[in-house]
């Protein structure tokens, strides 16, 4: 069973924003999500967000996070940024 990852606008401008190396980092990590997007593994520490409706849930890719909700077999990829900046 695999899903369709894609990126939001605001998704694909934060990562263009990054530089090379941490962005093609991050590009290989969300590609783990096409295979299972919901389960936690070695080199997918996936965890779902408390108190979202619909489920969203983040991967940690490094000193990276992306937010991301399923939809079907679509996986959409809401958001990308830096462990620090914290959930909206």
Known sequence: MTFRV???ETATRQLRKLPPEPRSRIV???RV???DPFRP???ADIRPIEGTNPRKYRIRIGDYRAVYAVVGRDVKVL???TR???YR
């Open 33 to 35: 999500l096409g295979e």
């Open 6 to 8: 894609t990126l939001s």
């Open 41 to 43: 593994r070695p080199k």
């Open 84 to 86: 620090g900046r914290g």
């Open 79 to 81: 958001e990308v940024f």
């Open 28 to 30: 290989r990590g969300l």
